[in-house]
Protein backbone atom coordinates (compact mmCIF):
# COMPACT_ATOMS: atom_id res chain seq x y z
CA UNK A 1 0.00 0.00 0.00
CA UNK A 2 1.03 3.62 -0.54
CA UNK A 3 1.77 4.01 3.48
CA UNK A 4 3.79 1.66 3.56
CA UNK A 5 6.32 2.84 1.24
CA UNK A 6 6.08 6.54 2.60
CA UNK A 7 9.69 7.16 3.90
CA UNK A 8 10.92 9.58 6.88
CA UNK A 9 12.27 11.87 4.44
CA UNK A 10 9.01 12.31 2.94
CA UNK A 11 7.74 12.78 6.00
CA UNK A 12 10.30 15.89 7.21
CA UNK A 13 9.39 17.19 3.83
CA UNK A 14 5.52 17.14 4.38
CA UNK A 15 5.98 18.67 7.81
CA UNK A 16 8.21 21.65 6.45
CA UNK A 17 5.44 22.20 3.63
CA UNK A 18 5.64 22.15 0.21
CA UNK A 19 8.16 25.12 -0.30
CA UNK A 20 11.06 24.10 2.03
CA UNK A 21 14.21 24.65 0.54
CA UNK A 22 17.47 22.42 1.07
CA UNK A 23 20.82 23.44 -0.13
CA UNK A 24 22.03 26.49 -1.03
CA UNK A 25 20.37 29.08 -2.84
CA UNK A 26 20.87 30.89 -5.96
CA UNK A 27 22.50 34.29 -5.26
CA UNK A 28 20.24 37.09 -4.62
CA UNK A 29 17.34 35.21 -3.34
CA UNK A 30 16.50 34.87 0.05
CA UNK A 31 15.16 31.79 2.50
CA UNK A 32 10.94 33.36 3.52
CA UNK A 33 8.80 32.15 6.49
CA UNK A 34 8.09 29.27 4.54
CA UNK A 35 11.37 27.80 3.47
CA UNK A 36 11.96 27.84 7.74
CA UNK A 37 8.57 26.57 9.34
CA UNK A 38 8.68 26.63 13.15
CA UNK A 39 11.59 29.13 13.24
CA UNK A 40 11.48 32.75 14.14
CA UNK A 41 11.94 34.88 11.53
CA UNK A 42 14.00 37.95 12.85
CA UNK A 43 15.33 39.56 9.60
CA UNK A 44 15.72 38.40 5.69
CA UNK A 45 18.43 36.51 4.99
CA UNK A 46 19.83 37.76 1.59
CA UNK A 47 23.20 37.76 0.31
CA UNK A 48 25.04 41.00 -0.12
CA UNK A 49 25.77 42.24 -3.46
CA UNK A 50 29.27 42.51 -4.19
CA UNK A 51 29.01 46.86 -5.01
CA UNK A 52 31.98 49.49 -4.40
CA UNK A 53 30.06 50.39 -1.08
CA UNK A 54 33.58 53.18 -0.46
CA UNK A 55 33.13 54.32 -3.81
CA UNK A 56 30.04 55.01 -3.54
CA UNK A 57 30.17 56.80 0.13
CA UNK A 58 32.84 58.67 -1.06
CA UNK A 59 30.60 59.86 -4.71
CA UNK A 60 27.52 61.22 -1.83
CA UNK A 61 30.09 62.62 0.35
CA UNK A 62 30.97 64.81 -2.55
CA UNK A 63 27.44 65.52 -3.43
CA UNK A 64 26.52 66.63 -0.27
CA UNK A 65 29.68 69.01 -0.04
CA UNK A 66 29.14 70.01 -3.03
CA UNK A 67 25.53 71.10 -3.07
CA UNK A 68 25.83 72.53 0.61
CA UNK A 69 28.99 74.50 -0.73
CA UNK A 70 26.43 75.74 -3.29
CA UNK A 71 24.02 76.75 -1.55
CA UNK A 72 26.20 78.73 0.90
CA UNK A 73 27.77 80.68 -2.09
CA UNK A 74 24.01 80.80 -3.02
CA UNK A 75 22.91 82.55 0.41
CA UNK A 76 26.16 85.15 0.64
CA UNK A 77 25.61 86.55 -2.71
CA UNK A 78 22.03 87.15 -1.84
CA UNK A 79 23.22 88.91 1.10
CA UNK A 80 23.09 86.59 3.81
CA UNK A 81 26.38 86.69 6.17
CA UNK A 82 28.02 84.13 8.26
CA UNK A 83 27.77 85.13 12.03
CA UNK A 84 24.44 87.04 11.43
CA UNK A 85 22.86 84.86 14.49
CA UNK A 86 18.99 85.78 14.09
CA UNK A 87 16.26 86.72 16.21
CA UNK A 88 16.73 83.77 19.22
CA UNK A 89 14.30 83.80 21.72
CA UNK A 90 16.97 81.84 23.64
CA UNK A 91 19.05 84.40 23.32
CA UNK A 92 17.03 87.36 24.58
CA UNK A 93 16.13 85.22 27.75
CA UNK A 94 20.25 84.94 28.54
CA UNK A 95 20.22 88.66 28.33
CA UNK A 96 17.12 88.67 30.70
CA UNK A 97 18.67 86.26 33.15
CA UNK A 98 21.33 88.91 33.49
CA UNK A 99 19.24 91.58 35.46
CA UNK A 100 18.82 88.69 38.24
CA UNK A 101 21.87 87.64 38.42
CA UNK A 102 24.22 90.80 37.57
CA UNK A 103 21.76 93.78 38.21
CA UNK A 104 23.45 95.52 35.55
CA UNK A 105 23.83 99.70 35.73
CA UNK A 106 21.57 99.69 32.76
CA UNK A 107 18.94 98.12 30.64
CA UNK A 108 17.13 99.12 27.25
CA UNK A 109 13.71 98.05 26.52
CA UNK A 110 11.91 98.78 23.66
CA UNK A 111 11.13 97.89 19.94
CA UNK A 112 13.05 97.44 16.91
CA UNK A 113 13.88 101.16 16.07
CA UNK A 114 16.06 101.57 19.94
CA UNK A 115 17.06 97.42 18.93
CA UNK A 116 18.47 98.50 15.29
CA UNK A 117 19.48 102.22 16.78
CA UNK A 118 21.69 101.75 19.27
CA UNK A 119 25.61 101.14 19.33
CA UNK A 120 26.34 99.00 22.38
CA UNK A 121 30.37 99.79 21.58
CA UNK A 122 29.63 103.24 21.61
CA UNK A 123 27.47 103.43 24.89
CA UNK A 124 29.92 101.69 27.01
CA UNK A 125 32.63 103.93 25.08
CA UNK A 126 31.25 107.01 25.91
CA UNK A 127 29.98 105.88 29.87
CA UNK A 128 31.97 102.78 30.75
CA UNK A 129 28.55 100.95 30.89
CA UNK A 130 27.19 98.62 28.49
CA UNK A 131 23.63 97.87 28.52
CA UNK A 132 21.68 94.60 28.10
CA UNK A 133 19.96 95.18 25.28
CA UNK A 134 16.18 93.82 25.70
CA UNK A 135 14.56 95.25 22.97
CA UNK A 136 12.16 92.98 20.55
CA UNK A 137 11.09 93.29 17.07
CA UNK A 138 7.90 94.34 16.69
CA UNK A 139 6.71 94.26 20.28
CA UNK A 140 4.86 96.25 22.41
CA UNK A 141 7.54 97.99 24.70
CA UNK A 142 5.34 98.19 27.92
CA UNK A 143 5.22 94.32 28.47
CA UNK A 144 8.66 94.32 28.69
CA UNK A 145 8.62 97.40 31.13
CA UNK A 146 6.16 95.41 33.26
CA UNK A 147 8.18 92.53 33.13
CA UNK A 148 11.02 94.27 34.72
CA UNK A 149 8.46 96.16 37.31
CA UNK A 150 7.86 92.93 38.62
CA UNK A 151 11.53 91.73 38.74
CA UNK A 152 14.14 92.95 41.18
CA UNK A 153 16.18 95.28 39.58
CA UNK A 154 17.10 98.46 40.83
CA UNK A 155 19.05 99.81 37.35
CA UNK A 156 18.40 102.22 35.18
CA UNK A 157 15.57 101.02 32.14
CA UNK A 158 16.01 103.02 28.91
CA UNK A 159 12.58 102.51 27.34
CA UNK A 160 12.79 102.79 23.23
CA UNK A 161 9.18 103.93 21.38
CA UNK A 162 7.76 104.00 18.62
CA UNK A 163 4.75 106.00 19.74
CA UNK A 164 2.57 103.75 17.92
CA UNK A 165 3.90 100.43 18.86
CA UNK A 166 3.73 101.42 22.46
CA UNK A 167 0.04 102.89 22.39
CA UNK A 168 -1.52 99.73 21.87
CA UNK A 169 -2.58 96.70 23.97
CA UNK A 170 -0.92 93.64 22.06
CA UNK A 171 2.02 92.30 23.09
CA UNK A 172 3.26 91.85 19.21
CA UNK A 173 5.79 88.94 17.98
CA UNK A 174 8.54 89.23 20.83
CA UNK A 175 5.80 87.44 23.12
CA UNK A 176 7.84 83.95 22.33
CA UNK A 177 11.06 85.54 23.71
CA UNK A 178 9.27 86.41 26.47
CA UNK A 179 7.94 83.24 27.20
CA UNK A 180 11.35 81.43 26.91
CA UNK A 181 12.60 83.63 29.53
CA UNK A 182 10.29 82.83 32.27
CA UNK A 183 10.67 78.89 30.63
CA UNK A 184 12.50 76.97 28.77
CA UNK A 185 13.27 73.04 28.16
CA UNK A 186 17.08 72.33 28.44
CA UNK A 187 16.54 70.75 25.05
CA UNK A 188 15.54 74.44 23.33
CA UNK A 189 18.20 75.85 25.23
CA UNK A 190 21.01 73.23 23.96
CA UNK A 191 19.33 73.40 20.46
CA UNK A 192 19.63 77.23 20.29
CA UNK A 193 23.73 77.23 21.56
CA UNK A 194 23.91 74.92 18.45
CA UNK A 195 22.62 76.62 16.26
CA UNK A 196 24.22 79.97 16.88
CA UNK A 197 27.62 78.15 16.93
CA UNK A 198 26.67 77.15 13.48
CA UNK A 199 25.23 80.29 12.06
CA UNK A 200 28.44 81.75 13.16
CA UNK A 201 30.17 79.87 10.18
CA UNK A 202 27.33 79.22 7.77
CA UNK A 203 25.20 82.23 5.84
CA UNK A 204 22.22 79.65 4.71
CA UNK A 205 21.27 78.84 7.95
CA UNK A 206 19.68 82.22 8.27
CA UNK A 207 15.67 82.03 9.26
CA UNK A 208 14.37 84.48 6.21
CA UNK A 209 17.27 82.19 3.61
CA UNK A 210 14.47 78.95 4.17
CA UNK A 211 13.28 77.71 0.86
CA UNK A 212 9.77 78.53 1.29
CA UNK A 213 10.58 81.94 2.02
CA UNK A 214 12.72 82.42 -0.73
CA UNK A 215 10.54 81.15 -2.89
CA UNK A 216 7.64 83.47 -2.45
CA UNK A 217 9.30 86.08 -2.50
CA UNK A 218 10.13 85.77 -6.14
CA UNK A 219 6.79 86.90 -7.23
CA UNK A 220 3.93 88.23 -5.16
CA UNK A 221 1.15 88.30 -8.09
CA UNK A 222 1.14 83.97 -8.47
CA UNK A 223 -2.46 84.21 -7.00
CA UNK A 224 -4.87 86.75 -7.18
CA UNK A 225 -6.24 87.81 -3.65
CA UNK A 226 -4.19 85.57 -2.33
CA UNK A 227 -2.21 86.59 1.18
CA UNK A 228 1.56 85.25 0.54
CA UNK A 229 5.07 85.99 2.00
CA UNK A 230 5.06 89.48 -0.27
CA UNK A 231 2.36 90.96 2.53
CA UNK A 232 5.12 89.92 5.44
CA UNK A 233 8.01 91.77 6.70
CA UNK A 234 10.92 90.52 5.92
CA UNK A 235 14.34 90.48 7.18
CA UNK A 236 15.46 93.86 8.41
CA UNK A 237 18.12 93.62 10.67
CA UNK A 238 21.46 91.40 11.61
CA UNK A 239 22.86 90.18 14.99
CA UNK A 240 26.04 89.78 17.11
CA UNK A 241 27.02 89.17 20.02
CA UNK A 242 24.83 90.66 23.39
CA UNK A 243 21.89 91.20 20.90
CA UNK A 244 23.59 93.19 18.87
CA UNK A 245 21.60 94.46 16.02
CA UNK A 246 21.44 96.49 13.28
CA UNK A 247 20.03 97.58 10.05
CA UNK A 248 20.78 94.14 7.18
CA UNK A 249 22.80 95.70 4.48
CA UNK A 250 20.50 94.71 1.91
CA UNK A 251 18.07 97.12 2.82
CA UNK A 252 20.46 99.69 2.18
CA UNK A 253 21.40 98.98 -0.52
CA UNK A 254 19.02 96.57 -2.53
CA UNK A 255 15.46 98.66 -3.72
CA UNK A 256 13.94 95.69 -4.42
CA UNK A 257 14.45 94.59 -0.50
CA UNK A 258 14.40 98.40 0.72
CA UNK A 259 10.85 99.03 -1.10
CA UNK A 260 9.21 96.00 0.35
CA UNK A 261 9.80 97.32 3.61
CA UNK A 262 8.84 100.70 2.95
CA UNK A 263 5.55 99.60 1.75
CA UNK A 264 5.39 96.87 4.93
CA UNK A 265 5.67 99.96 7.15
CA UNK A 266 3.33 102.50 5.19
CA UNK A 267 0.82 99.66 5.78
CA UNK A 268 1.99 98.80 9.37
CA UNK A 269 1.85 102.16 10.51
CA UNK A 270 -1.56 103.60 9.07
CA UNK A 271 -3.12 100.68 10.95
CA UNK A 272 -1.71 101.53 14.26
CA UNK A 273 -3.96 104.04 15.29
CA UNK A 274 -4.93 103.84 19.08
CA UNK A 275 -8.38 105.37 20.65
CA UNK A 276 -8.79 107.37 23.60
CA UNK A 277 -9.29 104.44 25.46
CA UNK A 278 -5.63 102.22 24.72
CA UNK A 279 -4.25 105.79 24.99
CA UNK A 280 -5.64 106.29 28.96
CA UNK A 281 -4.89 102.59 29.82
CA UNK A 282 -0.84 102.77 28.71
CA UNK A 283 -0.36 106.08 30.61
CA UNK A 284 -2.36 104.13 33.36
CA UNK A 285 0.01 101.17 33.29
CA UNK A 286 3.21 102.78 32.34
CA UNK A 287 2.92 104.70 35.81
CA UNK A 288 2.12 101.67 37.63
CA UNK A 289 5.38 99.89 36.22
CA UNK A 290 7.88 103.33 36.46
CA UNK A 291 6.17 103.42 40.37
CA UNK A 292 7.37 99.91 41.19
CA UNK A 293 10.60 100.24 39.66
CA UNK A 294 11.46 103.58 41.48
CA UNK A 295 9.90 101.88 44.85
CA UNK A 296 12.82 99.76 44.96
CA UNK A 297 15.72 102.45 43.69
CA UNK A 298 15.51 101.90 39.59
CA UNK A 299 15.19 104.64 37.57
CA UNK A 300 13.61 105.20 34.01
CA UNK A 301 13.66 107.13 31.05
CA UNK A 302 12.33 107.59 27.31
CA UNK A 303 13.79 107.96 24.32
CA UNK A 304 11.83 108.33 21.38
CA UNK A 305 14.64 107.13 17.78
CA UNK A 306 13.81 109.35 14.56
CA UNK A 307 11.99 108.04 11.30
CA UNK A 308 12.25 109.44 7.60
CA UNK A 309 9.95 112.23 7.50
CA UNK A 310 7.70 110.58 5.01
CA UNK A 311 6.64 107.85 7.44
CA UNK A 312 6.70 110.58 10.27
CA UNK A 313 3.85 112.56 8.49
CA UNK A 314 1.56 108.91 8.66
CA UNK A 315 2.18 108.49 12.62
CA UNK A 316 2.21 111.98 13.31
CA UNK A 317 -1.85 111.83 11.50
CA UNK A 318 -2.79 109.45 14.04
CA UNK A 319 -0.51 109.70 17.39
CA UNK A 320 1.37 113.08 17.19
CA UNK A 321 3.76 113.93 19.87
CA UNK A 322 1.40 116.33 22.01
CA UNK A 323 -1.34 113.16 21.98
CA UNK A 324 1.62 110.70 22.85
CA UNK A 325 4.47 111.36 24.33
CA UNK A 326 4.30 114.40 25.75
CA UNK A 327 1.26 112.69 27.96
CA UNK A 328 3.46 109.83 28.27
CA UNK A 329 6.26 111.85 30.14
CA UNK A 330 3.38 113.29 32.24
CA UNK A 331 1.70 110.61 33.35
CA UNK A 332 4.76 108.96 34.33
CA UNK A 333 6.53 111.23 35.81
CA UNK A 334 9.44 110.50 33.82
CA UNK A 335 12.06 112.69 31.48
CA UNK A 336 12.72 111.59 28.05
CA UNK A 337 14.87 112.19 25.17
CA UNK A 338 13.09 112.85 21.70
CA UNK A 339 14.79 112.37 18.17
CA UNK A 340 13.19 116.18 17.56
CA UNK A 341 15.36 117.60 20.07
CA UNK A 342 18.79 116.06 18.98
CA UNK A 343 20.17 118.85 16.24
CA UNK A 344 23.28 115.96 16.35
CA UNK A 345 20.96 113.65 14.24
CA UNK A 346 19.47 116.18 11.87
CA UNK A 347 19.69 114.90 8.16
CA UNK A 348 20.50 111.35 9.44
CA UNK A 349 20.25 108.33 6.68
CA UNK A 350 17.13 106.49 7.27
CA UNK A 351 16.42 104.53 4.76
CA UNK A 352 13.43 102.76 4.75
CA UNK A 353 12.02 105.10 6.77
CA UNK A 354 12.19 103.61 10.03
CA UNK A 355 15.37 102.19 11.13
CA UNK A 356 19.03 103.91 10.79
CA UNK A 357 21.42 102.66 8.54
CA UNK A 358 24.37 100.70 10.19
CA UNK A 359 26.73 103.07 9.54
CA UNK A 360 24.42 105.80 11.52
CA UNK A 361 24.38 103.73 14.49
CA UNK A 362 26.98 105.52 16.28
CA UNK A 363 26.01 108.70 15.52
CA UNK A 364 22.34 108.75 17.09
CA UNK A 365 23.88 106.87 19.89
CA UNK A 366 26.04 109.54 21.11
CA UNK A 367 23.74 111.61 20.67
CA UNK A 368 20.74 110.63 22.93
CA UNK A 369 23.47 108.81 25.64
CA UNK A 370 24.92 112.59 25.90
CA UNK A 371 21.51 113.71 26.36
CA UNK A 372 20.68 111.45 28.92
CA UNK A 373 23.90 112.11 30.96
CA UNK A 374 22.15 115.44 31.30
CA UNK A 375 18.88 114.04 32.75
CA UNK A 376 20.05 111.15 35.02
CA UNK A 377 22.80 110.55 37.30
CA UNK A 378 22.80 106.92 36.68
CA UNK A 379 24.72 107.51 33.79
CA UNK A 380 27.94 109.81 33.10
CA UNK A 381 30.46 110.74 30.54
CA UNK A 382 33.69 109.28 31.07
CA UNK A 383 36.50 111.74 31.51
CA UNK A 384 38.43 109.90 27.92
CA UNK A 385 34.78 109.51 26.58
CA UNK A 386 34.93 109.84 22.42
CA UNK A 387 34.07 113.37 21.04
CA UNK A 388 30.63 114.21 19.65
CA UNK A 389 29.41 112.97 16.43
CA UNK A 390 26.88 114.05 14.09
CA UNK A 391 25.47 112.91 11.00
CA UNK A 392 28.26 114.43 8.90
CA UNK A 393 30.08 111.44 10.36
CA UNK A 394 28.48 108.84 8.73
CA UNK A 395 28.01 108.11 5.17
CA UNK A 396 24.95 107.84 3.50
CA UNK A 397 23.67 104.42 2.23
CA UNK A 398 24.36 104.31 -1.63
CA UNK A 399 21.88 101.82 -3.42
CA UNK A 400 23.01 99.42 -5.62
CA UNK A 401 20.46 97.39 -7.03
CA UNK A 402 17.57 99.57 -8.10
CA UNK A 403 13.65 98.98 -7.27
CA UNK A 404 11.80 96.18 -9.21
CA UNK A 405 8.68 97.33 -10.36
Not at 32 to 60: C, H, N, Y
Not at 137 to 143: R, V, W, Y
Not at 182 to 207: T, V
Request: proline share 8%.
Amino acid sequence: MPSSIFSSEDAVVSAQGPNAHHGPMSPGLRLTASDRPGIAQPVPERDVPPLPWLKMLAIAVVLVLALTALWEWRSRALGYEAGDLGTDPSAWAEQWHRLASENPPAVIVGDSRILFDTDLDRFQKMTGVRPVQLGLEGTNAEPVLKMVADSQYKGLVIVGIADQSYFRDSIGIGETSMKAAKWESPSARLSSQLYRGLRRQLAMLDDDNKFSNTVGKLDHGWVPGARGPYDDVWKLGRTHDDRQFSLWTEVERNGFVRAHAIRMWMIIFHILKPDAKVIAHTLAKTRADVAAIRARGGEVVFVRPPSAPALRAVEDSLLPRAKGWAPLLKAANVRGVHADDLPAIKGIAIPELSHISAACQGVFTDAYVRALTALTPRLRLRADAPPPLTSANCPKWIETTPPRQ
